[in-house]
């Protein structure tokens, strides 16, 4: 059982003690309750760190909020809340990554979703963790959505003029998106270089669906992983645990 510190201080013990953090994520909209309870299990025995849990903009707050009560019922694995919109906030989560997508061309993304969803989150008295979000490519659902400003090929020393920026405004956490199912993972070029200037926890997402592309993010300096899609897939167990075995 893991006992109640707080999750910011866990995530970063537990950081010290591996190479780097699984994190799985649940899009609430893709798994009915037995399914979900089934993966969670199996998370559970592979020894997962934190589960996030999000979706797209258009989330139902009610199913979210059942969904994160049937991964509770099944593992004390911290419950982390990875908003698309403020929509994706409640209360039985474990903390939320409060995320500024800083390489958004609409303010919404970047402060708007913030102002109102600040309220809330103080409301439900949520742990916090101060999150610079950064969509590194096109051609997803969330750089379409967040209106994302791609980074052109071959320039890894913008995305870190970036991190260096969200370092200095104090933002904890770094998330390095390629967006979901995207079929180019974030670049091992972009995460050294961001890795160079910014000594945040640096989180790395979107197209990692093998052991092999975990091990070269991790290597290239990612402090931990998240890993959607392939919990969609039939058998995702044999892959997910080679996956949490490149970061012990
Ligand atoms: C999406 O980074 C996450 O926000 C996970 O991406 O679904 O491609 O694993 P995948």
Do not use: W
Request: net charge positive; hydrophobic share 45%.
């Amino acid at each position: 059982m893991r006992s109640k510190i707080p999750l910011e201080k866990y995530l970063i013990e537990r950081r010290r003690t591996k190479k780097a953090l699984c994190m799985p994520l649940i899009d609430v909209s893709k798994f009915d309750k037995e399914r979900l309870r089934y993966i969670t299990i199996h998370l559970h025995k592979m020894g997962v760190d934190a589960i996030l849990i999000g979706g797209s903009s258009h989330i139902d707050q009610l199913l979210l909020k059942n969904q994160i009560d049937v991964i509770k019922e099944t593992t004390d694995i911290p419950v982390i809340l990875f908003p698309g919109n403020i929509t994706g906030i409640s209360p039985n989560a474990d903390g939320i990554l409060f995320l500024s997508l800083l390489n958004s061309l609409d303010p919404y993304y970047i402060i708007g979703a913030q102002v109102l969803g600040a309220p809330i989150v103080h409301k439900y008295k949520l742990e916090v963790l101060p999150t610079a979000y950064l969509i590194v490519h096109s051609g997803t659902s969330v750089a379409f959505i967040g209106r994302a400003q791609p980074f052109p090929d071959g320039k890894p020393e913008l995305v870190a003029m970036y991190a260096l920026a969200a370092k200095y405004m104090g933002m904890r956490y770094l998330y390095l998106e390629a967006g979901s199912g995207a079929k180019k993972s974030v670049s091992e070029d972009i995460i050294k270089a961001v890795r160079k200037v910014y000594d945040g926890m640096l989180i790395v997402g979107g197209g990692i669906t093998s052991h092999q592309i975990a091990r070269s993010k991790i290597r290239a300096g990612a402090d931990a992983i998240v890993i959607g899609n392939l919990l969609e897939l039939r058998g995702f167990e044999r892959e997910f645990e080679r996956i949490v075995k490149e970061t012990i």
